[in-house]
């Protein structure tokens, strides 16, 4: 009976094991945007193609993660939804008992506070009317792969060149891969300099799930 207790636990722990490596972690939140294929999640990730395939092996053994052919190319995927609301959650947890990652956090979201509490199915309301703009910043495929209700997309690498779209009398809410990615914060900053009214929602895709609420695909 011990034996059998103990490779309950074993394999449990499995997954565990996989998700210990803060490379990994990245990985699995790049792969909440959509399919990718290895040497797109080594460049994002700014590692090499093997330790990205090195990881992506790991994540596989833990059923993590799937893959399916497209032509030449074999594109990564997470094994199912379930997958990204684990990390959301085990990254929610980090936040909620680490000072240390609470502190990190303060000096990304410069502009969080002003979004904390904000019912975010009034955001979606606001959107909807015209009250507000949702600014999508990730890249466009990851935006055709899943993004919020009524948001728009203009990646962040864009956004300088194309502010004439964006008119100034309406306040914009930019987003994008979560509370962890920088591009949101960047577009922010941007945006305040140019005399936008402009706030960072720290939400992505998987915490937007994560919460319940409705995603366009």
Known sequence: MRDLKNQLYEQVARIGKAVASPKRLELIELLCQGEKTVETLAAQSQISVKLASAHLKELRLARLVDTRKDGKYVLYRLASTSVADLWVTLRSEAEERLVELQ?????????????????????????????????????????????????????????????????????VVAYCRGPFCLMAKEAVELLRKKGYQAFHLTDGVAEWRARGLPVEE
């Open 103 to 171: 502190m990190a956090l303060a000096s990304i979201v410069e502009h969080g506070d002003e979004l904390k509490g904000v019912d975010r199915a009034s955001i979606l309301q606001k959107a909807s009317a015209g009250e507000v703009i949702v600014l999508d910043v990730r890249p466009e495929d990851e935006f055709t792969t899943a993004h919020l209700p009524h948001a728009r997309s203009l990646p962040v690498n864009e956004l300088k060149k194309r502010l004439a779209e964006l008119p100034k009398d309406i306040p």
